[in-house]
């Protein structure tokens, strides 16, 4: 197994472990499988700020996982939003695990405070899965989806990454 930082080359093959999740979950709310130059072009996007990392076995991609922007406004700007996705023939193989490992890691790099995960429910794999990490729950948004034919919840968990108490505003520093 080797986890290595996305290429834009691997937009194809990110996309085709994406694609079941569109299309036959309601695990992302997105309902139409993204053109694989949109998807290069968000893949671009995210791996110029934050971690964006592949695994591969044998040369063949079977999993992503990325941090990304948590919302727009400059406030939230040392917080991100965390993602991972694993083929669907490779579930339960400790791949995801490994993904998070080495994100958390490579998040250690940044100047990034807080993770967040949101959790269409329900889904007591994942939010296992992120118990097993540190993240704590926040919330829950009711009805905030609506995707094959029913509304859906999100649930919400946050991970501190870094000490609060120790933080700088890099960018506030020659106001």
């Excluded at 937009?11 to 949109?38: G, N, Q, R």
């Excluded at 080495?102 to 250690?108: C, G, K, S, V, Y």
């Excluded at 829950?140 to 995707?147: D, E, I, P, R, S």
Aim: glycine fraction near 6%.
């Amino acid at each position: 197994m080797i986890i290595r930082s996305v290429s834009t080359d691997d937009a194809a093959d990110i996309l085709a472990i994406y694609a079941p999740y569109v299309t036959d979950t309601a695990i992302t709310f997105e309902t139409e499988i993204p053109s694989l130059e949109e998807f290069s072009k968000r893949i671009e996007s995210i791996q110029k700020d934050y971690p964006y990392l592949v695994c591969e076995v044998d040369g063949k991609i079977i999993g992503y996982a990325y941090a990304s922007r948590y919302r727009e406004r400059a406030a939230y700007r040392y917080s991100v939003e965390l993602s991972v996705y694993v083929a669907q023939d490779y579930h339960h193989q400790g791949i995801g695990k490994a993904l998070y490992e080495r994100l958390f890691a490579a998040l250690e790099n940044y100047n990034f405070y807080s993770a967040y995960a949101g959790i269409t429910l329900p889904n007591e794999t994942s939010i296992g899965f992120h118990d097993s990490f540190g993240f704590s729950e926040v919330g829950t948004y009711h009805n905030v989806g609506f995707k094959d034919g029913k509304w859906l919840d999100v649930i919400w968990l946050e991970k501190p990454l870094k000490d609060y108490g120790m933080f700088y505003d890099y960018n506030d520093r020659h106001k």
